[in-house]
């Protein structure tokens, strides 16, 4: 009992004690809190977009899809070269990367959620631009500077792959021989300079020891998840839509793939290209893997957890196709800027003229679609806008005043319809050669009236490309699958101007949709990001909740209804009827800069071989040259040991001199066809010879050293050098010895070495487009190489020689032989 007692009591004074402390702690709040309660966490995606100008980086919730924080831009540098090059640095693409991906990660502190949750980080996923390309060393290290997509020196190889393509199909039917050309306008072509076989041509052909160093050929794709993962991967959809793969086939689903499956061997085989495939990423992945996760020096550089899933991605604008919501079968994307791409997602693979694709296998696995493209429609409104505006900036009409002056106008803008291929056709017609047209115009238009009928110019071209997607699509499906897309999704500049959105509508009959998030790349970079990392357990999944359509533009019936005929009886009866116009307006012109321009913007000349001349009266047949206008002489000196004929014996040094003594304004090129031509180097520069051609078969075997020293040789006696080669020597061969930059002109010779008369052979004009393409696609000092055709040159030959690029034309029996005289001669040879 009493030790019961004492415990009560203990019980007591126990309870009153922690009574006091309760009270002491509520009268203290200053200096004693109580545990924060747990944030809530937000489970994160990182979407990273490399552009052509810059590299950004925005954080997304991976449930919902809306942006936390705010996304971070990092500029680069582009260079260019030559004209028409383009280059970037890889390694500055991922520096600028880890720049992008910290500022957008940093800004999550100054969210509005900060201070009431938590962010973890689930995954990240980059797209970025299509057919960037990159060559790498076997440490992955890039060999030189990337070769980025709108780069158009490779333009000769991409034409160069259709013809050969062609020439190489024994049926005629080059689909049947090259069905991965299917996606070139079904076939029919062209291929753009943009495009990734195209730019391996050009690094193996002008760069041949990037190309021997070159352990993998990729993409700014690849790159950048190598440099994040340490793995080397392609993405299945750049390699559909610009690689000429099936994308479908190129995925290793079961562990089974077969070796270079999917790939277009038999095209790399005509192309001579077969090492491409050893080149490529071994792997490829669809967008929506996963890659790998974070290395620890690429976590430690973006400042996240090692490990971190990275998650395919692929080129901007198909990711940004996945961003809009457009992955249904059927639907119609137009993405707008100073261009229109047009993509329409279709239930199989088809292919029809005047479309690009359809690409199976892209942009995701399951799926396909087609596109089209106009070339200029946002840069329409600024050149107009500039043409009608002061000169400073200050003076620039707003784009604003211009839409509510237009919006005044009627439809149709009174009578005044106008073809908006100012930078040519694209699709559904591809001509380069197209240009815009204004008709209808008369002294009643206003600027008002031009801007309109611009906006609307625009809109009926697009009409054209929905229609011929949709056209193509329908050709193989099923009665069950033709289900006609009357839903447009949009994004871009058009979005900003509510007049645009509906002439868009109007004229093409269409609804269209605009999403609350019309940041389509890096939206679409977070859905795959959210599907790699399980958050949302497929793509259509993702979309469902993660994109929002914010408006509908329904079309105005009555508006539709005089559109309808306008672009039916008007619009489309244009492009015809002034097509053949354009083209002589480009011969008038001379054409865009075209291979096909040397022919009438290069100066031409003649060079007599006095091989054909009457020896016996050498000074008047020298005369009738000058008395021709004519400044360069072509002297064959033949030895008879290096033909091994003893009728292969001409001029030596004596006659150079006593030409060059007697007739001091000639230009003597000396080509030399003998045995041990170092022999005659000072003997010749003694002789008064402005330039020394010596036969490239002539050198010892180890042709391309001795022949360097040569023209080295040559070089420091004071004359110029040129090579010489066989009509069985391959043109490529002396590449390495042009680099040099000792030779300054290229002697082809179209019939064998010796006597004139012969018969030109053709496999001269193979060897001449083929050095016009290296010299065009070379640096300033290959463009000093002179192309010399010598053998074979007559009133019939000329014309197709001048025109692959020639710059002199040596001819002995077609201008010394001229039944009317040297003067008549040389009207022959179409000299321009």
Same mark, same amino acid.
């Given at each position: 009992?009493?030790?019961?007692?004492?415990?009560?009591?203990?019980?007591?004074?126990?309870?009153?004690?922690?009574?006091?402390?309760?009270?002491?702690?509520?009268?203290?709040?200053?200096?004693?809190?109580?545990?924060?309660? =747990?944030?809530?966490?937000?489970?994160?995606? *990182?979407?990273?977009? $490399? $552009?052509?100008?810059? =590299?950004?980086?925005?954080?997304?919730?991976?449930?919902?899809?809306?942006?936390?924080?705010?996304?971070? /831009? &990092?500029?680069?540098?582009?260079? %260019?070269?030559?004209?028409?090059?383009?280059?970037?640095?890889?390694?500055?693409?991922?520096?600028?990367?880890? $720049?992008?991906?910290?500022?957008?990660?940093?800004?999550?502190?100054?969210?509005?959620?900060?201070?009431?949750?938590?962010?973890?980080?689930?995954?990240?996923?980059?797209?970025?631009?299509?057919?960037?390309?990159?060559?790498?060393?076997?440490?992955?290290?890039?060999?030189?500077?990337?070769?980025?997509?709108?780069?158009?020196?490779?333009?000769?190889?991409?034409?160069?792959?259709?013809?050969?393509?062609?020439?190489?199909?024994?049926?005629?039917?080059?689909?049947?021989?090259?069905?991965?050309?299917?996606?070139?306008?079904?076939?029919?072509?062209?291929?753009?300079? #943009?495009?990734?076989?195209?730019?391996?041509?050009?690094?193996?052909?002008? #760069?041949?020891?990037?190309?021997?160093?070159?352990?993998?050929?990729?993409?700014?794709?690849?790159?950048?998840?190598?440099?994040?993962?340490?793995?080397?991967?392609?993405?299945?959809?750049?390699?559909? &839509?610009?690689?000429?793969?099936?994308?479908?086939?190129?995925?290793?689903?079961?562990?089974?793939?077969?070796?270079?499956?999917?790939?277009?061997?038999?095209?790399?085989?005509?192309?001579?290209?077969?090492?491409?495939?050893?080149?490529?990423?071994?792997?490829?992945? /669809?967008?929506?893997?996963?890659?790998?996760?974070?290395?620890?020096?690429?976590?430690?550089?973006?400042?996240?957890?090692?490990?971190?899933?990275?998650?395919?991605?692929?080129?901007?604008? !198909?990711?940004?196709?996945?961003?809009?919501?457009?992955?249904?079968?059927?639907?119609?994307?137009?993405?707008?800027?100073?261009?229109?791409? %047009?993509?329409?997602?279709?239930?199989?693979?088809?292919?029809?003229?005047?479309?690009?694709?359809?690409?199976?296998? /892209?942009?995701?696995?399951?799926?396909?679609?087609? #596109?089209?493209?106009?070339?200029?429609?946002?840069?329409?409104?600024?050149?107009?806008?500039?043409?009608?505006?002061?000169?400073?900036?200050?003076?620039?009409?707003?784009?604003?005043?211009?839409?509510?002056?237009?919006?005044?106008?009627?439809?149709?803008?009174?009578?005044?319809?106008?073809?908006?291929?100012?930078?040519?056709?694209?699709?559904?017609?591809?001509?380069?050669?197209? @240009?815009?047209?204004?008709?209808?115009?008369?002294?009643?238009?206003?600027?008002? %009236?031009?801007?309109?009928?611009?906006?609307?110019?625009?809109?009926?071209?697009?009409?054209?490309?929905?229609?011929?997607?949709?056209?193509?699509?329908?050709?193989?499906?099923?009665?069950?699958? =033709?289900?006609?897309?009357?839903?447009?999704?949009?994004?871009?500049?058009?979005?900003?101007?509510?007049?645009?959105?509906?002439?868009?509508?109007?004229?093409?009959?269409?609804?269209?949709?605009?999403?609350?998030?019309?940041?389509?790349?890096?939206?679409?970079?977070?859905?795959?990001?959210?599907?790699?990392?399980?958050?949302?357990?497929?793509?259509?999944?993702?979309?469902?909740?993660?994109? @929002?359509?914010?408006?509908? *533009?329904?079309?105005?019936?009555?508006?539709?209804?005089?559109?309808?005929?306008?672009?039916?009886?008007?619009?489309?009866?244009?492009?015809?009827?002034?097509?053949?116009?354009?083209?002589?307006?480009?011969?008038?012109?001379?054409?865009?800069?075209?291979?096909?321009?040397?022919?009438?913007? @290069?100066?031409?000349?003649?060079?007599?071989? *006095?091989?054909?001349?009457?020896?016996?009266?050498?000074?008047?047949?020298?005369?009738?040259?000058?008395?021709?206008?004519?400044?360069?002489?072509?002297?064959?000196?033949?030895?008879? &040991?290096?033909?091994?004929?003893?009728?292969?014996?001409?001029?030596?040094?004596?006659?150079?001199?006593?030409?060059?003594?007697?007739?001091?304004?000639?230009?003597?090129?000396?080509?030399?066809?003998?045995?041990?031509?170092?022999?005659?180097?000072?003997?010749?520069?003694?002789?008064?010879?402005?330039?020394?051609?010596?036969?490239?078969?002539?050198?010892?075997?180890?042709?391309? +050293?001795?022949?360097?020293?040569?023209?080295?040789?040559? @070089?420091?006696?004071?004359?110029?050098?040129?090579?010489?080669?066989?009509?069985?020597?391959?043109?490529?061969?002396?590449?390495?010895?042009?680099?040099?930059?000792?030779?300054?002109?290229?002697?082809?010779?179209?019939?064998?070495?010796?006597?004139?008369? +012969?018969?030109?052979?053709?496999?001269?004009?193979?060897?001449?487009?083929?050095?016009?393409?290296?010299?065009?696609?070379?640096?300033?000092? /290959? #463009?000093?190489?002179?192309?010399?055709?010598?053998?074979? *040159?007559?009133?019939?030959?000329?014309? !197709?020689? =001048?025109?692959? $690029?020639?710059?002199?034309?040596?001819?002995?029996?077609?201008?010394? +032989?001229?039944?009317?005289?040297?003067?008549?001669?040389?009207?022959?040879?179409?000299?321009?």
């Amino acid at each position: 009992m009493g030790c019961s007692n004492l415990s009560l009591e203990r019980v007591e004074r126990g309870n009153m004690k922690a009574k006091a402390i309760a009270l002491i702690l509520i009268s203290l709040p200053t200096f004693i809190h109580a545990s924060p309660p =747990i944030k809530p966490s937000i489970d994160v995606v *990182i979407g990273v977009d $490399g $552009g052509t100008e810059s =590299i950004r980086a925005c954080c997304f919730d991976a449930h919902s899809g809306h942006i936390l924080g705010k996304s971070h /831009a &990092v500029p680069y540098e582009t260079s %260019h070269p030559s004209a028409g090059w383009a280059e970037q640095d890889p390694i500055q693409w991922y520096e600028c990367m880890v $720049g992008a991906v910290r500022g957008a990660v940093d800004s999550l502190k100054d969210d509005d959620d900060a201070s009431s949750s938590t962010y973890n980080i689930k995954a990240m996923c980059c797209d970025t631009t299509c057919c960037s390309v990159v060559a790498l060393s076997q440490d992955y290290i890039p060999l030189r500077p990337c070769i980025l997509w709108m780069d158009a020196r490779s333009a000769p190889q991409a034409k160069r792959i259709m013809d050969v393509a062609r020439a190489s199909s024994s049926s005629g039917d080059i689909l049947e021989s090259f069905p991965e050309l299917r996606v070139n306008s079904n076939g029919e072509g062209p291929i753009s300079a #943009e495009w990734l076989l195209p730019k391996a041509m050009w690094i193996k052909e002008m #760069e041949p020891e990037n190309w021997e160093k070159a352990h993998v050929i990729c993409e700014y794709q690849d790159y950048i998840n190598y440099r994040l993962t340490e793995r080397m991967v392609a993405s299945s959809c750049n390699a559909a &839509v610009r690689w000429h793969h099936d994308g479908w086939e190129v995925l290793d689903r079961d562990g089974k793939r077969e070796e270079h499956a999917g790939r277009p061997m038999g095209l790399y085989k005509a192309l001579k290209m077969t090492d491409l495939a050893n080149k490529l990423p071994k792997t490829t992945l /669809a967008m929506g893997d996963v890659v790998g996760g974070l290395s620890k020096t690429a976590a430690d550089d973006l400042g996240l957890p090692e490990g971190t899933l990275v998650v395919q991605g692929g080129p901007d604008a !198909f990711v940004g196709m996945i961003g809009l919501g457009a992955i249904k079968p059927n639907q119609l994307c137009l993405i707008t800027g100073s261009s229109h791409l %047009h993509c329409l997602v279709t239930p199989q693979p088809v292919s029809k003229s005047g479309m690009w694709g359809a690409y199976r296998g /892209a942009p995701l696995p399951n799926s396909s679609f087609a #596109e089209g493209g106009q070339s200029s429609t946002g840069r329409l409104l600024v050149w107009l806008r500039d043409l009608v505006s002061g000169n400073g900036e200050e003076d620039k009409i707003s784009y604003k005043v211009l839409d509510e002056e237009a919006s005044k106008i009627d439809p149709g803008s009174d009578g005044l319809v106008a073809l908006e291929t100012w930078q040519g056709s694209r699709t559904p017609h591809t001509d380069p050669l197209a @240009r815009g047209a204004f008709v209808g115009l008369s002294l009643s238009h206003t600027r008002a %009236h031009l801007f309109r009928a611009l906006l609307e110019a625009v809109c009926y071209g697009t009409r054209a490309c929905f229609d011929a997607l949709e056209s193509a699509a329908q050709q193989r499906a099923s009665t069950a699958a =033709i289900q006609k897309s009357n839903d447009v999704i949009i994004a871009g500049g058009a979005t900003r101007s509510p007049l645009w959105l509906q002439l868009h509508a109007d004229i093409s009959g269409r609804t269209f949709l605009i999403n609350e998030n019309t940041d389509g790349p890096l939206l679409g970079c977070a859905i795959l990001a959210s599907v790699g990392c399980g958050v949302h357990k497929s793509v259509d999944s993702a979309v469902q909740n993660m994109v @929002r359509i914010k408006d509908r *533009i329904e079309p105005n019936a009555k508006r539709q209804e005089t559109y309808d005929r306008l672009y039916k009886e008007v619009y489309l009866q244009m492009r015809p009827s002034v097509t053949n116009i354009f083209h002589t307006l480009a011969d008038v012109r001379g054409g865009d800069l075209s291979n096909d321009d040397h022919a009438t913007s @290069r100066k031409v000349i003649a060079s007599p071989s *006095i091989l054909a001349a009457d020896w016996s009266d050498m000074k008047g047949e020298l005369e009738k040259c000058i008395g021709a206008g004519l400044t360069h002489i072509h002297v064959d000196v033949f030895d008879g &040991v290096f033909l091994d004929s003893p009728h292969a014996l001409t001029f030596g040094p004596q006659m150079v001199r006593a030409i060059n003594n007697r007739f001091p304004s000639l230009t003597l090129d000396i080509h030399l066809c003998v045995d041990r031509p170092v022999r005659f180097i000072e003997a010749m520069a003694e002789a008064g010879a402005g330039r020394l051609i010596f036969q490239w078969e002539a050198m010892s075997e180890n042709q391309l +050293q001795s022949a360097i020293q040569f023209a080295k040789l040559v @070089r420091e006696s004071g004359m110029n050098c040129g090579v010489s080669i066989n009509p069985v020597t391959d043109v490529e061969e002396i590449f390495p010895l042009l680099r040099t930059e000792l030779i300054d002109l290229v002697d082809i010779l179209a019939v064998e070495p010796g006597f004139g008369g +012969q018969t030109f052979n053709p496999i001269a004009l193979e060897k001449i487009t083929k050095l016009r393409e290296w010299i065009d696609t070379r640096n300033d000092k /290959a #463009e000093l190489i002179t192309i010399l055709v010598d053998g074979g *040159i007559n009133k019939g030959t000329s014309k !197709f020689v =001048i025109e692959r $690029g020639a710059d002199i034309l040596v001819a002995g029996t077609a201008l010394f +032989q001229h039944p009317s005289g040297m003067k008549d001669a040389l009207k022959d040879l179409n000299l321009p």
